[in-house]
């Protein structure tokens, strides 16, 4: 079983479009959680961690659901600029290795 | 890249030949990681380092050795390249002030 699921889409969605996505983690001992982003040939880079309380940063909300061992990302007025694969990651602390889910693409049409 | 550096960013090889990635850093952080990715599988622990002098076994080590002499550089060696070895190697430090993972530009590896 794969330490960290996503939904690898595409999600296709107009722009203003609001878009969720889920990523759930199989390891109950995980201690913190991210999302990256990643466009196309580059390397992953932070988009924003996840606090159980709950978080946001500007359009972008981040909720984790430690019971259910799921997390997910809200973009709401969707850009085209948003376009990329976007990375759950989970940190088990355990010398702080990291896990990372296949990622889910996202095409934010005109 | 956040002082991030990965030579090559792409090399071509025949099975069997030896190859070394070389990630360096700026920042003296201690924890270092090399990761790969291909299609669908989202981004596998190769090796990682938690300080200079130290490796250890992630997700997928077989087939890859590591070496960390200088704790601002990580190494990462193919002995004999397989073609399973085709694919984006990336190496990513870690800021245990931010808690974040920076990477490299990645490294394209094709084994034919």
């Known amino acids: 079983r794969k330490e960290v699921e996503q939904d690898p889409g595409p999600f296709n969605v107009p722009e203003g479009a609001t878009v969720a996505f889920n990523c759930t983690y199989s390891?109950?001992?995980?201690?913190?959680f991210f999302w990256y982003r990643q466009d196309c040939r580059k390397e992953p880079k932070l988009l924003m961690s996840?606090?159980?309380s709950g978080n946001e940063d500007g359009r972008f909300t981040a909720q984790l659901n430690r019971a259910s061992q799921y997390i997910s990302l809200l973009i709401r007025d969707s850009k085209l600029s948003d376009s990329a694969t976007y990375l759950c990651?989970?940190?088990?602390?355990?010398?702080?290795?990291?896990?990372f889910g296949s990622g889910t693409k996202l095409n934010v049409k005109p | 890249n956040a002082g991030v550096t990965q030579t090559p960013k792409f090399r071509v090889l025949k099975t069997g030949q030896s190859m070394t990635l070389l990630c360096a850093q700026d920042?003296?952080?201690?924890?270092m990681y090399w990761y790969r990715q291909d299609p669908g599988m989202g981004l596998r622990l190769i090796h990682y380092?938690?300080?200079?002098?130290?490796?250890a076994k992630g997700e997928v080590p077989d087939g890859y050795n590591v070496s960390r002499l200088k704790k601002q550089n990580f190494l990462l060696g193919l002995e004999s390249a397989a073609p399973s070895q085709t694919s984006v190697y990336f190496c990513a430090i870690y800021s245990l002030n931010t808690g974040e993972l920076f990477f490299g530009e990645g490294s394209r590896l094709t084994v034919l």
């Open positions: 996840v606090y159980s």
């Open positions: 920042m003296n952080h201690e924890y």
């Open positions: 990651v989970v940190n088990v602390y355990n010398f702080n290795k990291f896990y």
């Open positions: 390891n109950s001992a995980s201690q913190s």
């Open positions: 380092s938690v300080g200079e002098g130290t490796t």
